[in-house]
């Protein structure tokens, strides 16, 4: 009996430990970037690329926070439907032409050629690979391939760490878990639009954040997105922001205030 009892107690001692570990796990190392970033790359799927893609709407918000100085910001979307981060060749997209030349408002074209090609490197791997029991060493491989390429072109890696299917909310805490150990791993600054998705979620249940197959954004989807981005790279809270995506001004509060609270949430957790 008494063996069955330490027996108990041991497994009990073992659980906490481990539910200790997750916990701190979850707190992410980096809370900002040294700098702001001035040039964007987003490297991954259709998460991105859905309703005329988030670095749209990331531009939107800096436009909308400061447009005197938003033509200083420039974003490339570099997405392959279904892709996982190991069909994306960093190095490559730092290349001479990739963002070379854009058009201004007379359709001029404008070099845009720098030393730094891009000051930051978003990426997300596909939707349940960082979780996904064959792909999630594949995972952690990848971001510290990317993350060391990055680096090595002058760029500060950034990761996306995307959300839940609809039907499938127990892949937040999973993905939370994952993307926040990357990050830590590499020293990282961690996106927290997965934990962003849902608190909406509790909060306003009756707004539906996806599409018809339940796994990409709708425009509310996409703008607490870009709302998340914004406030983590920039590090500057978006409620208030003009831009709102063709959003109703308490829709895109809420989105707002939930991007805000969710990014103070994670790195003070």
Known sequence: MRMVVKSLVLAAVAA????????????????????????????????FYFNNSLHSHVLGMIRGADPQ?????LATSVTISGSGMNWHNIDAYYNDGMASYTFDANN??????????????????????????????????QVAKQAASIRKNGGMPVLFMSWAYADKPEMTAQ??????????ANDALVIPVALAFERSIKARPELNLYVADK??????????AASTVYASVYGKSPV?????????????????????????AYIKE
């Not at 100085?69 to 910001?73: P, T």
């Not at 939370?176 to 830590?184: L, V």
């Open 16 to 47: 906490v430990a481990l539910a200790g570990a997750a916990q701190a796990q979850q707190k992410p190392k980096i809370a900002a970037l040294k700098e702001q970033p001035k040039t964007i790359l987003y490297v991954g799927n259709s998460f």
């Open 215 to 224: 796994r990409h954004p709708s425009p509310a989807g996409t703008y607490l």
């Open 69 to 73: 100085n938003a033509a200083s910001h």
């Open 108 to 141: 001029n074209v404008v070099q845009t050629k720098r030393e730094k090609k891009f000051d930051a490197v978003i990426t997300m791997d596909c939707s349940q690979c960082p979780i996904h029991p064959q792909m999630g060493a594949i995972f952690a491989e």
């Open 175 to 184: 993905l939370a878990e994952a993307y926040t150990a990357a990050g830590n």
């Open 240 to 264: 208030g922001n003009a831009y709102r995506m063709g959003l109703d001004e308490a829709t895109a509060t809420h989105l707002q205030t939930v991007a805000w609270d969710t990014m103070q």
